[in-house]
């Protein structure tokens, strides 16, 4: 089992819409996640972050997570054309016997959003 | 301003050759992560540093190099063992509470 996985899409909706980006992850102790959006040809960029079970909201954006499920989601309010990118779940794996832990990558779910 | 940058943007290697890309970061972060992307894939561990004078293999560590001699630097040397080694490469550096901030990358092409 891949220590971080998502669906690889691709993801279509119409602008408007609510889009769901679904994340799952293998390390139990895992405490810190985050979700990054890239362009096409550029680097990442961080969107949001969430450590605590629950709901994080940050504008048109929304982090789920459930650690008893393993379960990281983002969800995209009122979507837009702008918001088609790719976008990757991050999860940090802990190292076994160590407070440190590293920083792992799914491969992404590209999304469009069409006008 | 604060940041993390790569250098060069563009990097062309022969073959056999050892090329060393760049990155250096002013915001104190201790954590420090290289990773290699090729197209339409996600982002693979490469080698990552938590402190000054130490580091760890990711998960393809095979035909590259680190050093940390600074918190401020962390240069990637892709070495002729590294057989396939064109690809975006990316730096990143961070903190686990905040997230992690990225460079804008390398393009690393074999000629």
């Known amino acids: 089992q891949k220590e971080v996985e998502q669906n690889s899409g691709p993801l279509s909706v119409p602008e408007g819409a609510i889009a769901s980006l679904n994340c799952t992850y293998s390390?139990?102790?895992?405490?810190?996640f985050f979700w990054y959006r890239q362009y096409s040809g550029k680097s990442p960029e961080l969107i949001m972050f969430?450590?605590?079970?629950g709901d994080k909201e940050d504008g048109r954006f929304t982090a789920q997570l459930n650690k008893a499920s393993q379960y990281v989601s983002l969800l995209i309010r009122d979507s837009q054309p702008s918001d088609s990118a790719t976008y990757l779940c991050?999860?940090?794996?802990?190292?076994?016997?160590?407070?440190?832990?590293?920083?792992?990558f799914g491969r992404g779910t590209q999304l469009t959003v069409w006008p | 301003d604060g940041g993390i940058t790569q250098s060069p943007k563009y990097l062309f290697r022969k073959e056999g050759q050892n090329v060393t890309l760049s990155c250096e970061q002013n915001?104190?972060?201790?954590?420090m992560y290289w990773y290699r992307q090729d197209p339409g894939q996600g982002l693979r561990l490469i080698y990552y540093?938590?402190?000054?004078?130490?580091?760890q293999k990711g998960d393809i560590a095979e035909g590259y190099s680190v050093s940390r001699e600074k918190k401020e630097s962390f240069p990637l040397t892709v070495t002729s063992a590294q057989k396939n080694p064109t690809a975006f490469y990316l730096c990143?550096?961070?903190?686990?509470?905040?997230?992690?901030?990225f460079g804008s990358g390398t393009r690393l092409t074999v000629v």
């Open positions: 990143a550096s961070g903190w686990h509470l905040y997230g992690y901030t």
């Open positions: 390390d139990r102790g895992s405490q810190s």
């Open positions: 969430i450590y605590s079970n």
């Open positions: 991050a999860v940090i794996i802990t190292d076994r016997g160590s407070t440190l832990g590293r920083l792992y």
């Open positions: 915001l104190n972060h201790d954590a």
């Open positions: 540093s938590q402190i000054v004078n130490d580091f």
